[in-house]
């Protein structure tokens, strides 16, 4: 994952850097298992979002989902049929073939049972033999009541799974059959096809290189208010940093999100938040939460300046209207936890990495001021992106560079966010690991 200097400039001429981002991914062959549990419902809408961006998919439910959810509503939302046994379609050898042709097998919602029979290499149904036969990501999102989730033979057959290679997704918080809340609901759709998407796109599984470590990332704009009503802000939409988020929980980490304006953003599984507005509030949540922390990663856009006051009431038009608004400049957040950390203040924070959002100028392009930045910061990795018109903010891809402390230099090609964090997760783990 490495470039020389001249070929991460050769990138940032290349044209496809002047385009907007946009992703395409070509069709691939998608099983989604559904278990016997009351969230089986939820898999209608995973199997619409792989079916509405042109992958053919093939539903294979247990026997006990089937009496939660007809087969016939699997069937009219894949357009395929649908099979539980594994003495169905026995000259096409649908029990192998399905796992072997799978360029991704979804489990969701993933039961304790379901887990414990794949754990122990049972194929005693469609779906237990679909997945010995697969080669390619298997993805488990689990589902169940929080006392299963945490009972000794389900940590037991998850750390398995994992140690397979399998990525078993942490469950969402919140309200369970009945009147029971806790860890153990299934995460939302998106948040399942998302990590899919993503490994379609990786084309290989996620390591649990960050368990035991905790993780501070900041995402989002912050907003300077101006008065009661206006403020100064910027387009930035807090997505990256959530995707950092949610990948960096599927590695094994702690993590909380300092979060500014995130266009109410749904929270990833297993992430905490810290909301804020200003750059202010910001600054006081890192530093208090780094203090703990073994990654920190500044990825929100913080407002560089600030109003040297804020107007009481709404600043109206007439003869009393200002001509200018006087700023100052807000403290630099991300050079403040370096300092900190090489001055002993923080033994225990390892990597920090910053982001630069740049554009080019007289003055150079924007790997020129990237590199500048990161001669500033003194962070450990910078990630940089090329902003402008349909590029990095308010969009769901993204392109960039990354730049480290001893020069090296690295293309970030276009991907979704969620595989861009992947990458960035990928570089973080390693210099965590030979720090």
């Given at each position: ?216 990332v900041t995402a989002g704009g912050t907003r300077e208010p101006l008065d009661p009503v206006r403020f100064l802000g910027n387009r930035s939409s807090g997505k990256q940093g959530f995707a ?192």
């Open positions: 994952m490495s470039a020389t200097n001249s070929g991460a400039a050769d990138a940032a001429a290349s044209p496809q850097s002047e385009a907007p981002y946009e992703v395409e991914t070509p069709a691939k062959r998608i099983v989604i298992g559904v278990a016997g549990g009351i969230a089986a419902y939820k898999s209608c809408a995973l199997i619409r979002y792989f079916t509405e961006r042109g992958h053919s998919v093939r539903v294979v439910p247990t026997a006990s989902a089937l009496e939660f959810i007809g087969k016939a509503t699997f069937e009219a939302l894949s357009g395929n049929p649908v099979d539980t046994g594994v003495f169905e379609k026995v000259p096409e050898v649908q029990h192998v073939k399905l796992g072997q042709q799978a360029d991704l097998v979804i489990v969701a919602p993933a039961t304790a049972d379901v887990m414990a029979r794949a754990a122990h290499g049972r194929a005693d149904d469609l779906l237990t033999a679909t997945l010995l036969t697969a080669r390619c990501p298997v993805l488990f999102a689990p589902a169940m009541h929080t006392e299963m989730w945490d009972h000794p033979a389900t940590v037991d057959n998850v750390a398995t799974l994992r140690a397979r290679g399998v990525v078993v997704m942490e469950p969402a918080s919140g309200r369970l059959t009945g009147h029971d809340s806790g860890p153990g609901r299934l995460p939302d759709a998106d948040e399942i096809g998302g990590l899919g998407a993503m490994l379609l796109e990786r084309r290989d599984s996620l390591p649990r290189d960050l368990t035991g470590c905790t993780l501070v950092l988020a949610r990948l960096a929980v599927q590695r094994g980490a702690s993590v909380t999100v300092v979060a500014g304006a995130t266009a109410e953003l749904p929270v990833p599984a297993g992430v905490r938040v810290v909301n804020v507005t200003t750059a202010e509030q910001m600054r006081k949540a890192v530093h208090q939460l780094s203090e703990r922390a073994d990654i920190v990663i500044m990825a929100a856009a913080v407002a560089d300046f600030r109003p040297v006051s804020v107007a009481e009431s709404k600043i109206k038009k007439g003869n009393d209207e200002p001509t200018s608004i006087p700023l100052v400049k807000n403290p630099d957040i991300l050079a403040e936890v370096v300092k900190r950390r090489d001055q002993g203040e923080l033994p225990v924070t390892r990597v920090i990495v910053g982001f630069a959002a740049e554009t080019g100028d007289e003055q150079g392009d924007v790997l020129t001021h990237a590199r500048s930045k990161l001669n500033r910061k003194r962070c450990d990795l910078l990630v940089v992106n090329a902003v402008g018109e349909g590029k990095a903010f308010e969009v769901d891809s993204n392109m960039g560079w990354l730049l480290k402390a001893d020069g090296t230099e690295s293309a970030l090609p276009l991907s979704s966010k969620n595989l861009m964090a992947s990458r960035i997760l990928d570089a973080v783990s390693s210099v965590l690991h030979t720090s």
